[in-house]
């Protein structure tokens, strides 16, 4: 049986204090905020049935941290257009954003191609994903994902009642949509797919997921999470946006928190049939959460296509060095279209979490199918070569 952890035994321990956010972060972000960790016989967090993780509790003589690769975020961001919109903008912050909301709201459908009725926004991506959970799984059902996958909405549905039918990704950490597609059953009420995927950092072609969902969405709802998928360089893929004109039930969210660099200023916003939306905000308002200078900072990145063009370029570059120095210490990553990237290691997880930090270098470290992987973010090319030499260090 599954121990538990809750906030308050983790406020007890230490892990929540201040140096074990450090070590920890992603222990209270998201859909774990308020929720229950739930730890395996050897004291990993239970991530899914492939996938467990390590941390470490905090011990005080956590050393500063030189490089942050543990969290997916931008490095290079907000940028400054969307510093100035938040300095200008923050003077009028004792009032509600209501025009300055529907503006924006107006400038993402039209990037998009899609009417302004089709667009939710939120706090951040997380925060829909986590209130299509709440509502669609309020009377129990299942939920049909991927293994391993980004598991925000996973958790959620779980703890108001549903259950989810996790479907190993294939050979080469793409989804496996025929079997996807063939774990569809009468209590389905949502398939989530994360393209690219997190943890994996893998891509599903875009030919094939948009067959996918165009006939799949016929019987039930598919929700695409592509908050990297700007980062794809090279890719097969596109946005499932396109489907939605074609009446189809696709939900589709996207973040301002990746190619944008706004992840502490939160704006994301969910593209959906208003049929659906409005099943979303009979239960709870999308947008409420969004700050008055949260918008004007997402309106101002939206317009600034050089510094998503200099974000996109600077993460492949620090991508492709950290690929060359893997290749010649020997290790076999999976290629990734993403800010992160993921690789089987050689030495038990928690022993390189522990030394990773020693060195002032935060990293993910995670057992999948009972073997070592290390998760490490795209940082600055500084960040890359420091977390390069500490890695060179361990063998």
Not at 35 to 53: A, G, H, K, Q, W
Not at 67 to 73: D, G, Q, V
Request: charged share 20%.
């Amino acid at each position: 049986m599954n121990q538990k952890i809750d906030r308050r035994n983790l406020l007890k321990s230490g892990l929540m204090a201040i140096g074990g956010m450090t070590l920890a972060p992603h222990l209270s972000m998201g859909a774990f905020s308020n929720s229950s960790f739930s730890l395996d016989p050897e004291n990993r967090i239970y991530r899914s049935p492939m996938v467990r993780e390590h941390y470490l509790p905090e011990d005080g003589k956590a050393p500063k941290i030189i490089a942050k690769l543990s969290a997916n975020e931008n490095p290079y961001g907000p940028p400054m257009s969307a510093q100035k919109a938040v300095a200008e903008s923050v003077k009028y912050g004792n009032r509600y954003a209501w025009k300055e909301m529907s503006d924006l709201v107006e400038k993402i459908a039209k990037r998009e191609g899609v009417p302004t009725d089709h667009i939710m926004m939120a706090p951040g991506s997380s925060d829909l994903l986590e209130k299509v959970a709440l509502v669609l799984f309020m009377n129990g059902g299942n939920v049909v994902s991927a293994d391993p996958c980004y598991m925000s909405l996973i958790k959620v549905a779980e703890a108001v009642g549903a259950t989810w039918k996790a479907v190993p990704c294939t050979a080469d950490w793409s989804h496996d949509l025929k079997a996807m597609e063939a774990a569809v059953d009468k209590d389905t009420k949502l398939v989530y797919i994360c393209n690219p995927n997190n943890p994996t950092g893998a891509i599903t072609s875009g030919k094939d997921l948009l067959d996918f969902c165009s006939r799949v969405s016929e019987k039930v709802p598919v929700f695409v999470d592509e908050a990297y998928i700007e980062l794809a360089v090279g890719a097969d893929t596109q946005s499932m946006v396109s489907l939605l004109t074609q009446k189809k039930n696709v939900i589709v969210a996207r973040t301002f928190s990746k190619i944008m660099g706004m992840a502490g200023i939160r704006v994301g916003y969910m593209a959906a049939q208003p049929a659906f939306l409005e099943q979303i905000n009979k239960i709870t308002r999308g947008g409420m959460g969004i700050a008055y200078t949260s918008i004007f900072a997402a309106s101002a990145s939206l317009d600034d296509k050089d510094f998503q063009g200099n974000t996109r370029k600077l993460n492949h570059e620090a991508k492709t060095y950290l690929y060359a120095n893997l290749d010649r210490m020997g290790y076999k990553y999976i290629p990734s279209y993403t800010n992160f990237v993921l690789f089987p290691v050689s030495i038990p997880g928690k022993d390189l979490l522990a030394k990773m930090t020693a060195k002032g270098i935060s990293i993910r470290a995670f057992d999948i199918q009972d073997k070592p992987w290390c998760r490490v973010s795209i940082g600055t090319m500084d960040e890359m070569k420091a977390f390069v030499g500490a890695l060179g260090q361990l063998s």
